[in-house]
Every structure is written in C-alpha cells, then in structure tokens.
C-alpha cells in the first residue's frame, strides 16, 4: 500500500523537530551521569566498608550504562542535529510545511469530490453499465 504524500512529508518534519530535541535531551543526560559517575567514584573511594563498594560499583555499572546510551544517541544525532542549525535549513522546512498543507488540501479535495451530471440524471448513471 502507498503511504499518502502528506504524512510522508509530515512524518519527515516530526523526525526534524524530533532530532534537535532529543539530541539536546541526550546531550545533558551525558552530562548528567559524568557528574553522577563522579560521585560514586568519590563513594567507593570514601567507603570503608566492603558490601557498600559492591552495592556502589554495582550503581556505577548502571550509570555507565545509561551515560554509553545516552552519548551514542548525541553521536547518532549529531550530523543531522549540525545541518538543522543552519538558518537556511528552517526556511526549507517551512517551505516543506507549506506543501505539506496544500498537498493535504489537494487530498482532502479528491476524497470528498463527487461529480455532478450535467444533462443526465444521476440515476441513469449509477444504472449505467461499464463494458
């Protein structure tokens, strides 16, 4: 099945407006967890006792984890996060959201449109047969 133009165009400015946003989300949960990472480190170096350290090393693994996550994300999203801050990029997302709009016009029309018989009676055409 054809996906309708629109929601192609649609979906594509989404996934735009979308990347700037997670991208700056992931870049500050980076940051979060290096400061995070640095107080467990600080912990386990603090702690006297040995079943505090597991539990501590344990929370550690965790936040290394998250912050990995987090930073592959900033590196996957970086080249497209770069070209959306162009200002001449915003202007072609607008013209973009301009289409969009008149292609849903257009689509709308073709959905809703019927054709009105301009001798017959639109009884004769319904029964009309098509060879």
């Known amino acids: 099945e054809i996906e309708i133009g629109s929601n192609i165009i649609s979906n594509f400015l989404k996934y735009l407006n979308d990347v700037e946003k997670d991208y700056i989300y992931s870049k500050e949960q980076v940051e979060l967890e290096q400061s995070v990472t640095q107080d467990l480190l600080h912990a386990i170096e603090f702690s006297e006792n040995y079943e505090e350290r597991c539990r501590l090393a344990t929370q550690l693994k965790k936040c290394r984890r998250r912050r990995r996550h987090f930073k592959d994300r900033v590196e996957e999203l970086e080249p497209l ?49 098509v060879k």
């Not at 200002?87 to 292609?103: A, E, M, V, Y």
């Not at 849903?104 to 959905?111: A, I, V």
């Open 81 to 129: 996060y770069l070209i959306l801050q162009k200002d001449d990029i915003h202007k072609t997302q607008n013209t973009f959201s301009s289409i969009c709009g008149s292609i849903r016009k257009t689509e709308k029309y073709h959905n809703e449109r019927e054709y009105k018989p301009k001798v017959l009676k639109m009884e004769v055409i319904k029964n009309a047969k």
